[in-house]
């Protein structure tokens, strides 16, 4: 049971780091034991941390914590690791299969880098199309849209948080906004700084974050929230630095 419990913590960990919410994965875990054998099943999460107990037919315990200082967005790995769940309540499998099935998940195809750089851009003039902006300012956040994403992933990298990187990203892409209207190639820089910025915003946090607090799982869904709320203030104070440092250039 100690070696499932490990596998299982496994799971949970991957579950939160590639956006599943908290109600997801404590029902995951407790269906997954309750079908192995366990008597009980103590599971409590929340964004950052996970600490399961299991309790077995002989009067054992066992327990576990684990730390999450990731996240990412995978949604086709969050599947693949539900599929996995099912399997394992349907057919029981060992510590060593489960670990297997784990190891092909994680090495399964992803997505390549380029296309996600794509979206950023295609979301970037999109948006700058729908508040109103022309095909030239269009073209233009698609542009900032695909170093956008390149600071965000250097920034990840390079100093691991999350907040402060968006801060940065959003000071880039309003420099670079108000650097093309400078050179005279948009007539106005503001649409194009609202279409660099939207892939920034954290609405998938804050939706992950309304579902925790719909499920019961307040504190979950406070701390979601409030990581949300910062992220956008954050991307907020990236704007607000360079109309400091600019001298005072408003929306």
């Not at 892939?199 to 504190?219: H, K, W």
């Amino acid at each position: 049971m100690e070696d499932l419990l490990e596998c299982g913590m496994d799971i949970g960990e991957r579950m939160l780091i590639c956006g599943g919410d908290v109600h997801r994965v404590e029902d995951s875990l407790s269906r997954i034991f309750k079908a192995l054998g366990a008597s009980r099943i103590d599971v409590f999460i929340i964004t950052t941390s996970m600490v399961v107990t299991v309790h077995t037919n002989d009067g054992k315990s066992f327990t576990q914590t684990r730390r999450i200082n990731e996240t990412e967005t995978d949604f086709e790995q969050l599947h693949q690791l539900n599929q996995l769940s099912r399997q394992i309540c349907t057919q029981k499998l060992s510590a060593a299969e489960i670990r297997t099935e784990l190891q092909k998940i994680a090495c399964a195809k992803k997505y390549p880098f380029w296309l996600d750089w794509i979206c950023y851009a295609v979301i970037s003039g999109v948006f700058t199309l729908f508040f109103g902006g022309n095909i030239i300012e269009a073209v233009s956040a698609l542009c900032i849209g695909i170093i956008v994403r390149l600071l965000v992933i250097l920034c990840s990298k390079a100093i691991g948080n999350r907040i402060f990187s968006k801060f940065i990203s959003s000071l880039a892409a309003t420099s670079l906004a108000y650097a093309v209207f400078y050179l005279g190639i948009i007539p106005d820089p503001h649409k194009v700084i609202i279409g660099g910025i939207m892939a920034l915003l954290p609405g998938l946090g804050l939706t992950t974050a309304i579902r925790d607090l719909f499920t019961g799982d307040s504190m979950s869904g406070l701390l979601r929230t409030i990581e949300a709320c910062l992220t956008a203030l954050a991307i907020a104070a990236g704007y607000f630095v360079f109309a400091m440092i600019s001298g005072g250039v408003s929306l």
